[in-house]
């Protein structure tokens, strides 16, 4: 009897990941699209220099960092995989949020968001195949093809296209579904996550010490090179602030997608899925730690 109802458990969770996280991922994108306008992107080059700090951190130095955090911490070859795909993630949209709060420069944040999505497209493959070849050598049965790739980033970036239209054509409407969309998102996310935890608590557990070690080593260290670098080379504050949430923010949603659905590893996932819950905690205690304290304070309920 008991295999039967483990069969059945384990086949509900797969269905959960397949349906769940493409839709919870469709639906934040679609949140961010209803936030976004054309000029959005063309304010980007208001503040090049920033720009160019957030793309060459997170696309180069980000994944080094993180290669370095994996070998120090002798993850074994698929959670270190794992690692490797949410660093090769952009910025998620909650780095606004954060970047809201600490009075950074907020519409740079969505600008970027957008931008580093766009590029992910490209560098995202390169970085997790060529992690599978070094962690995973001679494994032909993983690894990332372009028309795989493509199909996840169509569920980034459609939906976002399509909110930055329903923006564009019904403003009013934009703004009363952004909080809804919100909230259901995060609760479909929320659900399949602890989905994904609950199929794989054995292998949680037995990792659970060194995942979050590393993942919360990564985000202070993220968090920390996205805001020092921007002001040792004379970024503004508020552009500094942007930049810290944007590296140091990952977008584990889609790190979770590409490992479940595209990878076939609810395993690969799991670095993300322990990211994606210590990462609101540390992002709050970094952002009271680099506030401007010559302004208001941050208001508690925040």
């Not at 295999?3 to 934040?28: N, R």
């Not at 199909?151 to 909080?179: H, N, S, T, Y």
Request: with cysteine.
């Amino acid at each position: 009897m008991l295999g039967p109802v483990l069969g059945h458990s384990e086949h509900m969770a797969s269905a959960l990941t397949t349906i769940g996280l493409p839709v919870a991922l469709g639906l934040i994108m679609f949140g961010l699209g209803l936030t976004l306008t054309v000029s959005d992107f063309a304010r980007v080059g208001k503040h090049p220099r920033a720009v160019m700090i957030v793309l060459v951190c997170q696309l180069i130095v980000l994944p080094l960092v993180c290669f370095g955090l994996v070998v120090a911490f002798a993850l074994p070859p698929v959670l270190a995989v794992g690692m490797m795909l949410l660093a090769a993630s952009p910025g998620g949209t909650t780095a606004n949020l954060y970047s809201h709060l600490f009075r950074g420069d907020v519409a740079l944040n969505i600008s970027l968001t957008a931008i580093n999505s766009v590029i992910a497209v490209v560098t995202l493959p390169i970085i997790v195949n060529l992690s599978i070849a070094f962690f995973l050598p001679g494994n032909d049965t993983v690894g990332l093809q372009l028309g795989k790739v493509l199909e996840v980033f169509a569920i980034v970036l459609l939906p976002v296209a399509l909110g930055m239209l329903v923006r564009r054509w019904r403003p009013q409407f934009a703004d009363a579904m952004d909080k809804p969309v919100r909230i259901a998102s995060v609760v479909i996310l929320i659900v399949v996550i602890a989905g994904a935890v609950v199929a794989n608590i054995d292998i949680l557990v037995e990792n659970v010490a060194s995942l979050a070690a590393i993942t919360v080593l990564f985000c202070l260290i993220s968090l920390g090179i996205g805001f020092l670098v921007p002001r040792m080379l004379r970024v503004g504050r508020a552009q500094s602030v942007a930049s810290s949430f944007e590296i140091g923010i990952h977008n584990a949603t889609l790190a979770i997608v590409i490992a479940q659905t595209v990878l076939g590893s609810v395993e690969m996932s799991l670095p993300a899925a322990v990211y994606g819950v210590l990462m609101f905690f540390v992002a709050l205690a970094f952002g009271f730690l680099i506030r401007d304290r010559s302004r208001a304070r941050v208001p508690a309920a925040a």
